[in-house]
Every structure is written in C-alpha cells, then in structure tokens.
C-alpha cells in the first residue's frame, strides 16, 4: 500500500528520491520503496527521514510505533495498543488475508477499514473462494443502542450515519457464497476482528470514539482462554443479528 503522507511530505518539501536518500544515506531505490509499496525503514534511517522532513516519524510510519508487549499474564495475549489509531491498517488487512477457516467482524461500522483498503471487500471475496467462512455483523443504525453509542461518543448521529456508510460499503458481499452481512443492535462493549485463531479486540470505553481506544491481540491457545471468551461473545451477538437482504 503506497505511502501518501510520505510521497505528500516530500512533495511539499520538494524532495526527490535521490536528494533525501542523500541525506540519509540509502539508495534511491529504498525511498522509492518506501513511497510507492509502504515500506517501513529502520528506525534509526526513519527518525532521520522524519526530521529531515520536518514529520512526526509516527505519522510517516504508524508501524513503528510499537505495540507494548505483552506479560506473562497470559499467554493468549500478544500484544496490547495504546488506542486502534497507532495500529496501521495493513495490521488487520494482513491477519484477515491469513484466514484460511473463519473470519468474523462486529463492530458498528469500522469504515476506516474500507477508506484506508478499498480493495477490502475483493479480498473477503477471495477468502471466501478459497472455503473461508466470513461474517460481518454491522450495526443497525435505527437502534437504540446505536443511538446512544452516538451520545456516549458526543458524535450525536454521526454513529448512525457511519454505520449506514458500512453498510453501503459491505453491501456488494450480499449473496457472495461463503459470506453473510447481518445488522445487529446489540450494546457493543468491543469490536471484534477475528481471523481463524487471532483477534484484535478493540475495546469501547464511554465518551471516546473507538480510534482511541485500547486494542488488544489475541492469539488462541487452546480452550477456555481469553479469545474464546470474545468468540463465543461473537456467537450470540450473531445468533441475535439480522440478516441483510439482496438487492
């Protein structure tokens, strides 16, 4: 995935791949890497592109923002995030492009998914080809618990337009074999990503939008653990969702 608030940064700084990689010392070759195919550099060579930038490394690389890693507390837990915004978006595109059994979403809406990977609903398509079972549970935009999602946020009817937009967006997977889109109005403590035996579970915490709130990811190890608490939470929000109609 391109780059684009790096190819914009040295755009506006007038740039070129020759002159920064110059000034970093790399070949021209990386730099056009990291612009065009979303490369992440070393640190070291990242925090110097990003002062010679006059950028927030952060905000030219979300991936080099780490993860903090997970104690011994248990051992399902691999990683723990600050807030969803520090985790970049190739994060959940490359787990759910691993799934090769279960993909399963519920969330309200999640449109950052389909902005930052358009190409999202092909590659559900594909999994789905390739004997992937995929359920998406959206929620239901007339409910009242999205309703009050909306207020507990200060976003008013924003939630429900956003999940009207997801929506929009999944829509075209209705009738795709081995796919079910569903709305559901239940009150959703956590979004849920879940790609055959990882997860990435973002919690939901009253008054803060979702972006900014902890992410934890789950590996499954064996039974009873923390990711069958949030599988089986899966499992009844669904039993409980609505299915999207054709057409």
């Known amino acids: 995935m391109p780059n684009e608030r790096l190819r914009a940064a040295m755009a506006a700084g007038g740039w070129t791949y020759t002159a920064l990689a110059n000034k970093v010392e790399v070949d021209p070759k990386s730099i056009e890497r990291w612009v065009n195919l979303g490369r992440t550099p070393r640190r070291a ?6 002062e010679t930038l ?8 979300p991936a080099l923002r780490q993860a903090r890693p997970a104690r011994a507390v248990s051992p399902e837990l691999v990683a723990l995030y600050d807030q969803r915004a520090d985790i970049p978006v190739s994060t959940f595109v490359d787990m759910l492009a691993e799934a090769r059994e279960h993909i399963d979403v519920l969330v309200y809406a999640a449109v950052f998914l389909h902005e930052a990977y358009p190409r999202l609903n092909d590659l559900l398509k594909e ?8 359920r998406i549970a959206l929620g239901d935009a007339d409910s009242s618990n999205v ?6 946020e200060k976003f008013g009817h924003g939630i429900q337009s956003r999940c009207r937009i997801a929506l929009m967006h999944y829509r075209p997977l209705v009738g795709v074999s081995g796919i079910e889109v569903r709305t559901h109005a239940t009150t ?4 849920i990503y879940r790609a055959d035996d990882q997860a990435l579970v973002n919690a939901h915490v009253w008054g803060v939008n979702a972006y900014r709130a902890p992410v934890w ?4 190890n ?4 923390i990711f069958d608490t949030y599988s089986d939470s899966f499992a009844e929000a669904w039993a409980t969702a609505t299915p999207v109609p054709e057409g």
Not at 188 to 191: D, W
Request: charged content about 25%; some cysteine.
């Open 45 to 50: 060579t990242a925090m110097l592109a990003a």
């Open 217 to 220: 990811h789950l590996r499954r």
């Open 127 to 134: 999994r789905a080809a390739e004997g992937c079972a995929v």
């Open 188 to 191: 959703l403590y956590n979004s």
């Open 54 to 61: 006059g950028e927030d490394v952060h905000a030219l690389w």
């Open 147 to 152: 309703q009050q999602r909306g207020e507990e």
């Open 222 to 225: 064996g039974k009873g653990g």
